[in-house]
């Protein structure tokens, strides 16, 4: 299941291996349907709630299957399904391939909004809200779990603001980095943040699990210091690995 990178369709086999690297999953489905997904909404955008209903519901169809249709887990329940496929993740990437389209095409929606409010300030205000309400949640378990409509109907919020209300945020930062100038432009620019984000799948891969175990038991429990060794090792990662991989498999081109 890793090798073919399907473990997390299957719950039992979700966090084996790189706990992490259950993700490659989402994306990998998303790498076989984007092509499709981009011709069809580059010549009708107005398909994306069709293709978005579209997506989840097969995903709710392969939950729906009978019993005996479920080894090791597969799509195990409504919220695993939101969770940890990419039918209940489609939202980012749909999200993601409409702004990229409205951007190519000088969208008079964006321009608007964009002589209107600072796109970079409030999508930083909308993603920080998200994600304020998101730790809140997950601060005070027991606090949430006392609420009249119960600890299920909670989950479904927290999937909600992850999964679909993050998203418009996102972009909003998104098209304000493209469009505006600002410091936080600059400052992710410049480049040491430039070789931050190279490494930045590297540090996402070993940020938990047995590296950072080591790290915890062996070397350091303060969570900063921990943070500062995971990124120089991922930098040793990128420049060690990943790029001279890169560099070997995509051929040069003058």
């Given at each position: 299941m890793n090798l073919?990178?399907?473990?997390?369709?299957?719950?039992?086999?979700?966090f084996t291996?790189?706990s992490?690297g259950?993700?490659?999953?989402v994306?990998?489905?998303?790498?076989?349907?984007?092509?499709?997904?981009?011709?069809?909404?580059?010549?009708?955008?107005?398909r994306l709630?069709l293709?978005?209903?579209?997506?989840?519901?097969i995903g709710?169809?392969?939950v729906?299957l009978p019993?005996?249709?479920h080894p090791?887990?597969?799509?195990?329940?409504?919220?695993?399904?939101?969770?940890?496929t990419f039918?209940?993740?489609c939202?980012?990437?749909?999200?993601?391939?409409?702004l990229?389209?409205?951007?190519?095409?000088?969208a008079a929606?964006l321009?608007?909004?964009?002589?209107r409010i600072s796109?970079t300030?409030?999508?930083?205000?909308?993603?920080?809200t998200?994600?304020?309400?998101?730790l809140?949640m997950r601060?005070?378990?027991?606090?949430?779990?006392?609420?009249?409509?119960g600890p299920?109907?909670?989950d479904?919020?927290?999937?909600?603001?992850?999964?679909v209300l993050?998203?418009p945020?996102?972009?909003l930062?998104?098209y304000?980095l493209i469009?505006?100038?600002s410091?936080l432009?600059g400052?992710?620019?410049?480049?040491m943040?430039?070789?931050?984000g190279?490494?930045?799948?590297?540090?996402?891969?070993?940020h938990?699990?047995?590296?950072?175990?080591f790290?915890?038991?062996?070397?350091?429990?303060?969570?900063?210091?921990?943070?500062i060794i995971?990124?120089?090792?991922?930098?040793a990662l990128y420049?060690?690995?990943e790029?001279p991989?890169?560099?070997r498999?995509?051929?040069?081109?003058?």
């Amino acid at each position: 299941m890793n090798l073919t990178l399907l473990r997390s369709w299957f719950a039992d086999f979700r966090f084996t291996g790189i706990s992490t690297g259950w993700t490659l999953t989402v994306e990998e489905f998303f790498y076989l349907v984007a092509p499709f997904l981009v011709l069809g909404l580059a010549h009708r955008l107005a398909r994306l709630p069709l293709y978005t209903v579209g997506l989840v519901a097969i995903g709710c169809g392969l939950v729906a299957l009978p019993t005996s249709w479920h080894p090791f887990g597969f799509f195990i329940g409504y919220k695993y399904m939101m969770s940890a496929t990419f039918f209940g993740r489609c939202f980012e990437f749909l999200g993601g391939i409409t702004l990229g389209l409205l951007v190519l095409r000088n969208a008079a929606v964006l321009s608007w909004l964009a002589k209107r409010i600072s796109c970079t300030t409030w999508g930083i205000i909308w993603v920080a809200t998200c994600i304020g309400l998101l730790l809140t949640m997950r601060a005070l378990p027991a606090l949430v779990h006392t609420l009249p409509w119960g600890p299920d109907f909670t989950d479904w919020v927290r999937i909600f603001l992850n999964n679909v209300l993050l998203v418009p945020g996102i972009c909003l930062v998104l098209y304000g980095l493209i469009h505006e100038p600002s410091r936080l432009r600059g400052l992710l620019g410049s480049r040491m943040f430039d070789l931050f984000g190279k490494a930045s799948y590297a540090l996402y891969l070993i940020h938990i699990g047995v590296i950072d175990e080591f790290l915890k038991f062996h070397i350091t429990t303060n969570l900063l210091a921990r943070f500062i060794i995971a990124n120089i090792l991922a930098i040793a990662l990128y420049k060690g690995i990943e790029r001279p991989l890169y560099r070997r498999l995509v051929p040069r081109r003058s």
